[in-house]
């Protein structure tokens, strides 16, 4: 189990989180089925492949708590085992300042934004007119076929892999597909750059 939170550190079979903060998990799976559960917060939420899920929770107890995955998976499922790890505020604080200094999920994501291509259409003035993705995450987004969808970051996902199959009104499907092209990482990454609030 891999984690890259927004505010946080890049962290395997762990979790930090503070205490007294609301956290909310974006999570996918690169492999198979799996199912986050830490039974002492009695929360499940089943991860897919090709998918994003999400998951609220307050943590109200400092200490070390157990994190599972509850959906045989594969032949190393019995190893699929982590902890969540819950801090006083400042000491969390201390701790993410503390870690490596390397981009930040939103920083990769502008550095992928612009070697992708995606800055020649996606900001203002550019020569092919494309819908700004400022502001784009929990937007209601009106669709060339007549519908409507907020848009959140499965939106995105099929936005870059599949941008034929959800058109913004006003506008031509020129888009190519990124398929093959962006690894599941990436696409995390352009997601928390468009959550950043810094896409054009």
Same mark, same amino acid.
């Given at each position: 189990?891999?984690?890259?939170?927004?505010?946080?550190?890049?962290?395997?079979?762990?979790?930090?989180?503070?205490?007294?903060?609301?956290?909310?998990?974006?999570?996918?799976?690169?492999?198979?089925?799996?199912?986050?559960?830490?039974?002492?917060?009695?929360?499940?939420?089943?991860?897919?492949?090709?998918?994003?899920?999400?998951?609220?929770?307050? #943590? /109200?107890?400092?200490?070390?708590? *157990?994190?599972?995955? =509850?959906?045989?998976?594969?032949?190393?499922? $019995?190893?699929?085992?982590?902890?969540?790890?819950?801090?006083p505020a400042a000491e969390y604080a201390k701790?993410?300042?503390?870690? #490596? /200094?390397?981009?930040?999920?939103? *920083?990769?994501?502008? =550095?992928?934004?612009?070697?992708?291509?995606? $800055?020649?259409?996606?900001?203002?003035?550019?020569?092919?007119?494309?819908?700004?993705?400022?502001?784009?995450?929990?937007?209601?987004?009106h669709l060339s076929d007549g519908r409507s969808?907020?848009?959140?970051?499965?939106?995105?996902?099929?936005?870059?892999?599949?941008?034929?199959?959800?058109?913004?009104?006003?506008?031509?499907?020129?888009?190519?597909?990124?398929?093959?092209?962006?690894?599941?990482?990436?696409?995390?990454?352009?997601?928390?750059?468009?959550?950043?609030?810094?896409?054009?």
């Amino acid at each position: 189990m891999e984690a890259a939170a927004r505010r946080g550190r890049r962290e395997i079979n762990e979790l930090h989180v503070p205490l007294g903060q609301p956290v909310r998990l974006v999570m996918t799976a690169q492999d198979a089925i799996h199912s986050f559960f830490v039974p002492a917060f009695r929360l499940k939420q089943d991860v897919l492949p090709g998918r994003y899920t999400s998951l609220w929770f307050t #943590p /109200t107890q400092l200490g070390e708590f *157990q994190l599972f995955c =509850a959906e045989y998976c594969g032949s190393e499922h $019995s190893q699929m085992i982590g902890r969540i790890v819950v801090m006083p505020a400042a000491e969390y604080a201390k701790w993410v300042s503390s870690g #490596p /200094t390397e981009p930040s999920l939103a *920083q990769y994501g502008f =550095a992928r934004f612009r070697e992708l291509g995606c $800055s020649g259409c996606h900001t203002p003035g550019s020569s092919v007119n494309a819908p700004s993705l400022r502001g784009l995450l929990g937007r209601e987004v009106h669709l060339s076929d007549g519908r409507s969808l907020v848009a959140d970051e499965t939106y995105i996902r099929d936005s870059i892999l599949l941008p034929k199959k959800d058109v913004v009104a006003g506008f031509v499907p020129v888009m190519p597909s990124f398929a093959g092209q962006v690894s599941e990482e990436d696409i995390q990454a352009l997601i928390a750059f468009i959550r950043s609030g810094a896409a054009p």
